[in-house]
């Protein structure tokens, strides 16, 4: 990877599509946005031939074919000639996919196996070393926005495998870093009543209900309201692992 700011920029977004032609325009957004320098072109052109050194050198004198294969021109605009598989993002959104089919299915220990492995493949946050224009910033939105459902979808699974206790930590943790997320919030509410701490549930659902007043002036949503009411009622059915069909117990107090 270059540790020069710009020619990473380029390369990260050629690598978010490999095999596929980004614009030139797109790329000169992406790192100088609406404000372009009368050299632009010619100073794109030098990114990229180095990113051709920087490959070449990687890739050694006796790989097939060269660096301008790799990062090959084309009308318009530059590509990046590597699998996607390659490509974390890639692996995984394919380990996502698959997940997410599993979880469907009723699979739920696959689900959460799939799972685990596709947010393994993050380490911090998304492009944690690339300096972010305009149009990578979509993308890191994206990707983080994936990221955390993926999360939910994975706790979903651990809860409907019975892993409350396990899962307690982790969802302290989230909720104290998302503050305003009642998916997240329910799901720590089920992870604490399953485990027997009652008292705890209930605090964080009023807890959530005072931060959503206090900062946006609104109540929690019916589901929530309908899923605290149900645990000061000790409904049975908050003891009952989700069915196939249920992505969640907070699906269970649905209008």
């Known amino acids: ?8 920029q380029v390369l990260a977004l050629l690598a978010l599509y ?3 032609v980004v614009p030139v325009p797109t790329l000169m ?14 100073t794109l052109q030098t990114y990229i031939l180095q990113l051709r050194r920087m490959l070449g050198t990687a890739m050694g004198p006796d790989a097939p074919g060269s660096a301008k294969d790799v990062l090959a021109t084309r009308y318009g605009g530059y590509l990046l000639q590597i699998p996607s598989e390659a490509v974390d993002v890639f692996r995984y959104e394919r380990l996502l996919t698959e997940g997410r089919q599993a979880f469907e299915d009723g699979e739920d220990a696959r689900a959460a196996s799939l799972l685990r492995e596709a947010l393994d493949l993050w380490e911090g946050p998304a492009l944690v070393d690339v300096r972010v224009g305009p149009v990578l910033e979509i993308e890191v939105m994206r990707l983080e926005q994936s990221r955390l459902v993926a999360q939910e979808r994975r706790i979903d699974a ?7 206790v396990e899962l307690i930590a982790e969802l302290t943790d989230l909720i104290a870093r998302h503050p305003q997320h009642e998916g997240l919030h329910s ?10 701490r009652q008292a ?3 605090d964080v659902y009023r807890r959530l209900r005072q931060r959503l ?8 949503s019916p589901q929530l309201q309908r899923m605290h009411q149900a645990m000061l ?3 049975p059915r908050l003891d009952i692992i989700a069915g196939p069909r249920r992505t969640s117990t907070f699906d269970l107090y649905a209008a």
């Open 233 to 235: 009622a000790v409904d």
């Open 213 to 220: 007043i206090d900062e946006l002036g609104v109540e929690p």
């Open 18 to 20: 490999p095999g596929r």
């Open 187 to 196: 799901q720590a509410m089920v992870a604490l009543y399953r485990s027997g």
């Open 1 to 8: 990877m270059p540790t020069a700011g710009k020619p990473r």
């Open 29 to 42: 957004e992406e790192i100088w946005g609406t404000d372009l320098p009368q050299s632009s072109l010619t």
């Open 200 to 202: 705890a549930a209930l």
């Open 158 to 164: 651990d809860l409907r495998l019975g892993r409350h």
